[in-house]
C-alpha cells in the first residue's frame, strides 16, 4: 500500500500540494469529501487539473460511497433523517425508560434527546465497546431497540450504512473500476467505522492519498486531527508536511492561539468587532460586504459568512442580506414549523381538535394564506361551524385516521387554492412547495407511528406532529446566482473563500450548547461539550483556511466597551492580537444599517450618529458622501456640527456648551411651540432630546412580524376616542350605566375590528395573523374596559365630555383644538403644546368639577417626587391648559393616570396624609411644572445638552453614545 498523508495547518496548501504529488491521470480517481458542496469544489478543482476534461472521476461522501458500494450487494437500505430519527428514538424512549429508570427525572427534558442521539452515534461509530458503555446498561438496551426500529423501515443511519458496507467483498468489487489513485480531502477527524473504510479501499488502490490540516507545535488546537494522524502512522502512512501560504491569514489567527507572539505587521487583514445586538452585527456585515464589493476587493462569490446557529442568528443574516439586496448562493435553511404557512395549518389543526372560539376566528377570519405582502380569504372557513370544526379530528384515532382527517380539512379550508391564486410566481412556487412537502412529511409521520401505536388521543397527535416537524429545516427560497455563502461552522471545513466572517460569537453559540442540563452523575453531556469545544476552535481555522480577510464578530459588550459573555477561544484570538490590532466596539443599534450601506432612512439616521460621535468636527464632509436623501436635514445637521466643540472622548457626547446656530436657532426660538411629551425628554435626559428632537434622527426598533408597545398605545388611544365620540354622538352622553355594558361592547367590538384591518398595517406589514390575533386580544382587553368604566361612572358620577384634546399642537388635524399655552417670566415667552388623552366633568351651579385623565398601557409609577422636583410636566401643565381655557367654571379638579394593564386610577398621593392631591393642592406642583418646562425650554435655546448619568435609563436607545456610564461609575 502506498498511503501519502499531506499535513500543514494550511488545508489549501495541503490540497495543492496534493494534487501536484499525485498522478490523477493514471484513470478514473476515487476521492472522498465531507459534504455536497466539497464535491461541486473538487470538481472544478480535477476538471481545471485535466484540461476541463472529465476522466472518470467519482467523488463521494460517505453516506454516498457506502450506498455505492451496497449497490454491489444488492441490498437497497435507506438513509434515515434526522427527523426520522428523532421520531424513532422518542417513541423508544417513551417505551424503554419508565417509572424505576434512572434516566426517568431527565429523559422529560428536549435536550435529554440531544444527548441521546449524540451517545447512539458515538457507540455506534466505535468498532470495539467502550469500557464505560458498561455504565449505561440502559442505554445500551435503547440503542439495540433502536436499531431493531431501524430495520423494520429498510432504513439505516450513517454508521449503520458504513457497517454494512464494510461486511463482505462488496468493496474490492466496488474498486475494480478505478485505475487512479484514492484521494481523501477535507477530513480532521474520522469515526472508527470510517477510518476502517478507508484502510480497506486503500488496500485496493495503488497510490492513496490524504490531506490532513494538523501543527505539531499546537497540540491543544489540533488534538482531534492528531489523533488522526496516529491511526494513519498505523497503517504505514507516509507524511509529509506542508508549510502555509505567504498569503495565508489563518497563520496570523493561529498566532492568537500562541500567546500573540508575532510582530505588528502581520495581522492587517484580521479584525474583531463587538456589538451591543445581533441586528446590529448582521447589519454592520452586510453593510460592510457592500463596501468591500463597491471597492472592488472582492466579488459576491468570493464572501462567505459563518455562523454558529443559523436557525436564530441566521434570520438575522438573511434578513439584513435581503435589507441590502445581497446576492446569495442557495438560500439560509429555516426551520419548517415555523414557516406561516405551516402555522396556519397548526393553528386549523388545534382549532378543530379543541373547538376553541379564539382559534376558530382566527382562521375563518384569517386573510393569510402565505404570502406578507397580500392577502386572499380562505374559501368555505365561514360556513365551517363549531360542529362541523369539533368533528373534523376525533378525539381517538390512528395516525393514518388522523393524518386523513387533517387532509380533509385542509381541502375544505381550499387553502392549495388559495396558494395557487398568488400572482407573484416565486412566492407562489415557494409556498406550493412548502405545502407539498408537508403533506410528503405527513405520510413519513403516518408511516413511523403507524408501527407504534394503534390508537392515540388528538392532542397527542397534534403535539407529536409538531415536534416531528421542528426537526425539519428548509430552504424557503432558492437563488442559483453566484453570491455569498452562508452556512453553519460543520459545513466551513472545506470552503475557501477571500473574505470570511466569522460571525456571533458568544458563549452561547460557540461552543455550541447541546443540552439545556448536565448529566453530572453520568459525566455524558460533560464528555459530548469537551469534543466539541475542540471541534469548533478547529472549525473556526479552517473556515479562514483561505481567507484574505478575516471578520471575527461578537455580539454582546458591557456599558464599558468590555466583554459581557465572549467565546474562550475568541477571548485567545483577542488576547493574541491585542498587539496589533484592538477590537473595533460596535454601539450600533437594533434595526439600523451600517455606514457601509445606507438603504433606508432609520439606517441612515444611525449612520449620521455613528459618524457624529467618532469623528465631531470632521463629520461634515462624511455627512456630505452618504448616500440617500438628506436634503431635510442636512442644514440642520451642518449647523449642529457647526456648534458642536467640546468634545472630550471618542465615545463620549458632552454638549454642555453647545452653540445654537443659524436654521437650529431660529427652529427653536420665541415661536416655536414645545410639546410637553419633549421637554420631559429633555428633563430626563438632554442627549436623547438633542439626538432626536434638535436633530430629528430616529432609532425606533422594530421587530420583523411583532407590534411595537407604542403601536399598540396608538391603536387603544384611537379607539377609545372613536368609542366615546360615537356614544356621545348616538345618545347625548359618553357615559353608561351596567343596563349598557351589552350594548357598548358590541359598539367597541364593531371600532376595533375597523381600527385594526390590513389597511391600517400598510407601512409595517405585520403579518396578518398576527394582526388578528392581537385584534382578538384587544378586543377582550377593551371589553374588561368597559366593564371597569361602567363601575367608575356609577361610583363617582363623572361625565367624559373632551376626547384626544389638542392645544398649540396638532399630529392629524388641520390647526389645534385650542391655543398653546403661554409661560412668560421676565419677559421672556415660551409656548407650550401637548394633547389631552380625556377630560372628565361633573358639572355644577357653583361650578365644575374637572378630572384630566391620561391614558397609560405600559406600568405606571405616580412618584410624588418627580412631581416634587420637577421631572413630571403631563398632568400638572395638562390641568393648567384645561383650566384656563378648555373648561368653563372649573371649581374643582384633579388628574390622574389611567392603568389600562390593571384598569384602574392611578392619584399621585400627598406625603404626609397618603390621600389623592385635588383642588388647590394642585397649585403647588402646576406652579413647579410650569417653571421646570420654562428652565428646560430656556436651556434648549441656550444649547445646553449636559450629560445626566443620575437619571440615565439603563435600555435608553442612544446608551452607548454619551459618557453617562463612565460618569456615573466615577462617581
Not at 70 to 87: F, N, Q, V
Request: aromatic share 10%.
Amino acid at each position: 500500500m502506498n498511503f501519502t498523508v499531506f499535513s500543514g495547518p494550511d488545508p489549501a496548501a495541503n490540497l495543492d500540494e496534493l494534487l501536484k504529488r499525485t498522478p490523477i491521470s493514471l484513470g478514473p480517481v476515487c476521492v472522498i469529501v465531507p459534504d455536497s458542496r466539497s464535491i461541486q469544489f473538487m470538481e472544478k478543482k480535477l476538471a481545471g487539473l485535466s484540461g476541463n476534461a472529465c476522466l472518470g472521476q467519482k467523488i463521494y461522501t460517505f453516506n454516498g460511497l457506502a450506498s455505492a458500494i451496497l449497490t454491489y450487494s444488492g441490498k437497497k437500505t435507506g438513509l434515515i433523517r434526522e427527523h426520522e430519527k428523532r421520531a424513532i428514538l422518542h417513541d423508544v424512549i417513551c417505551q424503554r425508560i419508565g417509572e424505576n429508570s434512572q434516566y426517568r427525572s431527565v429523559s422529560r427534558y428536549p435536550g435529554f434527546l440531544n444527548v441521546l442521539i449524540t451517545y447512539l452515534r458515538d457507540m455506534r461509530s466505535s468498532v470495539i465497546e467502550n469500557e464505560n458503555n458498561k455504565k449505561y446498561t440502559e442505554l445500551t438496551a435503547i440503542a439495540a431497540a433502536y436499531d431493531r426500529r431501524l430495520k423494520s423501515f429498510e432504513k439505516d443511519d450513517q454508521e449503520g450504512i458504513i457497517v454494512s458496507a464494510l461486511q463482505g467483498d462488496y468493496i474490492e468489487q466496488f474498486s475494480i473500476q478505478f485505475q487512479g489513485p484514492l484521494i481523501v480531502d477535507g477530513f480532521y477527524d474520522l469515526t472508527d467505522h470510517q477510518f476502517n473504510l478507508i484502510r480497506r479501499l486503500s488496500n485496493c488502490f495503488v497510490r492513496c492519498a490524504a490531506t490532513l490540516p494538523n501543527d505539531v507545535g499546537n497540540t491543544e488546537l489540533f488534538s482531534l486531527p492528531g489523533m488522526l494522524l496516529k491511526k494513519y502512522r498505523s497503517i504505514g502512512a507516509k507524511v509529509i508536511t506542508v508549510e502555509n501560504t505567504p498569503k495565508s491569514v489563518p497563520e496570523c489567527v493561529l498566532k492568537g492561539f500562541r500567546d500573540g507572539e508575532f510582530s505588528r505587521g502581520n495581522g492587517g487583514n484580521v479584525e474583531i468587532h463587538t456589538f451591543f445586538y445581533e441586528s446590529s452585527e448582521a447589519d454592520w456585515i452586510c453593510g460592510t460586504i457592500r463596501a468591500l464589493i463597491h471597492d472592488g476587493i472582492c466579488r459576491p462569490d468570493e464572501i462567505m459568512i459563518v455562523t454558529g446557529d443559523l436557525p436564530s442568528f441566521g434570520s438575522c443574516i438573511d434578513r439584513a442580506l435581503k435589507h441590502h439586496g445581497l446576492p446569495v448562493t442557495g438560500d439560509i435553511k429555516r426551520n419548517f414549523a415555523h414557516h406561516p404557512v405551516i402555522q396556519l395549518i397548526i393553528c386549523a389543526l388545534k382549532a378543530s381538535i379543541s373547538a376553541d372560539e379564539n382559534l376558530i376566528n382566527l382562521v375563518q377570519k384569517s386573510c393569510y394564506t402565505g404570502g406578507r405582502e397580500r392577502s386572499y380569504p380562505i374559501s368555505y372557513a365561514n360556513s365551517m361551524d363549531d360542529k362541523i370544526w369539533s368533528c373534523m379530528i376525533a378525539e381517538h384515532d390512528s395516525p393514518k385516521g388522523y393524518a386523513d382527517s387533517l387532509k380533509g380539512m385542509l381541502c375544505r379550508l381550499n387553502i392549495e387554492k388559495n396558494l395557487s391564486e398568488n400572482t407573484d410566481i416565486n412566492l407562489k412556487l415557494s409556498e406550493l412547495s412548502i405545502y407539498g412537502q408537508f403533506l410528503i412529511l405527513l405520510d413519513e409521520f403516518v408511516e413511523i407511528y403507524s408501527q407504534f401505536n394503534k390508537m392515540m388521543r388528538a392532542s397527542e397527535f397534534e403535539r407529536l406532529l409538531v415536534e416531528f416537524l421542528e426537526s425539519v429545516n428548509v430552504s424557503e427560497n432558492f437563488s442559483p446566482k453566484r453570491g455569498i455563502l452562508v452556512v453553519d461552522s460543520t459545513m466551513a471545513r472545506h470552503i475557501n473563500r477571500k473574505v470570511v466572517f466569522i460571525t456571533g460569537l458568544d458563549n452561547v453559540s460557540y461552543p455550541k450548547k447541546h443540552t439545556t442540563f448536565t448529566l453530572h452523575e453520568q459525566r455524558m453531556a460533560n464528555k459530548i461539550r469537551e469534543r466539541h469545544d475542540k471541534e469548533e476552535e478547529l472549525l473556526f481555522y479552517l473556515a479562514g483556511s483561505g481567507a484574505e480577510h478575516l471578520y471575527f464578530t461578537f455580539p454582546g459588550v458591557d456599558d464599558e466597551g468590555g466583554y459581557s459573555s465572549i467565546s474562550p477561544f475568541l477571548k485567545k484570538i483577542c488576547d493574541g492580537i491585542s498587539a496589533w490590532s484592538t477590537p473595533s466596539l460596535h454601539f450600533g443599534l437594533p434595526g439600523a444599517a451600517w455606514e457601509g450601506g445606507i438603504v433606508d432612512e432609520r439606517g441612515r439616521d444611525e449612520n449620521i450618529i455613528r459618524v457624529f460621535r467618532n469623528f465631531g468636527l470632521e463629520s461634515l464632509n462624511i455627512i456630505d458622501s452618504l448616500s440617500g436623501n438628506l436634503s431635510s436635514k442636512k442644514a440642520k445637521i451642518r449647523a449642529a456640527f457647526a456648534g458642536y466643540s467640546n468634545r472630550t472622548e471618542k465615545h463620549d457626547l458632552n454638549l454642555n456648551d453647545f452653540t445654537m446656530t443659524g436654521q437650529i436657532a431660529e427652529d427653536w426660538g420665541e415661536n416655536k411651540v414645545f410639546t410637553v411629551t419633549a421637554l420631559e425628554k429633555y428633563i430626563r435626559c438632554p442627549v436623547s432630546f438633542f439626538i432626536s428632537s434638535v436633530l430629528g434622527l430616529s432609532l425606533e426598533r422594530f421587530e420583523e412580524n411583532e407590534i411595537a408597545a407604542f403601536e399598540i398605545g396608538s391603536f387603544i388611544h384611537e379607539i377609545l376616542a372613536r368609542f366615546y365620540v360615537t356614544r356621545l354622538n348616538q345618545t347625548g352622553h359618553a357615559s353608561f350605566k351596567r343596563n349598557e355594558i351589552q350594548d357598548c361592547k358590541q359598539l367597541m367590538t364593531t371600532i376595533v375590528e375597523q381600527t385594526i384591518t390590513p389597511q391600517s398595517n400598510s407601512e409595517r406589514r405585520i403579518h396578518p395573523l398576527i394582526l388578528l390575533a392581537e385584534r382578538k386580544q384587544l378586543i377582550n382587553w377593551m371589553n374588561a374596559f368597559i366593564d371597569a368604566e361602567a363601575a367608575y361612572f356609577e361610583k363617582t358620577g363623572f361625565e367624559p365630555i373632551f376626547f384626544e384634546t389638542d392645544f398649540g399642537k396638532s399630529r392629524n388635524k388641520d390647526k389645534p383644538d385650542f391655543d398653546p399655552l403661554i409661560l412668560e417670566y421676565e419677559g421672556q415667552k415660551v409656548l407650550i403644546g401637548g394633547r389631552i388623552d380625556r377630560i372628565d366633568i361633573i358639572s355644577r351651579a357653583s361650578g365644575n368639577i374637572v378630572r384630566i385623565i391620561d391614558y397609560k398601557t405600559g406600568a405606571v409609577t405616580a412618584s410624588i417626587k418627580d412631581l416634587e422636583e420637577g421631572k413630571v410636566l403631563q398632568i400638572p401643565i395638562y390641568l393648567k391648559a384645561a383650566i384656563d381655557q378648555i373648561v368653563d367654571k372649573a371649581k374643582f379638579f384633579d388628574g390622574v393616570y389611567y392603568s389600562l394593564r390593571e384598569l384602574n386610577l392611578k392619584h399621585y398621593k400627598d406625603r404626609s396624609t397618603r390621600e389623592p392631591i385635588q383642588g388647590e393642592e394642585w397649585d403647588v406642583y402646576i406652579h413647579t411644572a410650569c417653571m421646570s418646562a420654562y428652565e428646560a425650554a430656556t436651556l434648549i435655546r441656550k444649547g445646553r445638552f449636559p450629560v445626566r448619568p443620575d437619571t440615565c435609563d439603563e435600555f435608553c436607545e442612544f446608551k452607548g453614545l454619551c459618557s453617562s456610564a463612565r460618569l456615573a461609575s466615577e462617581k
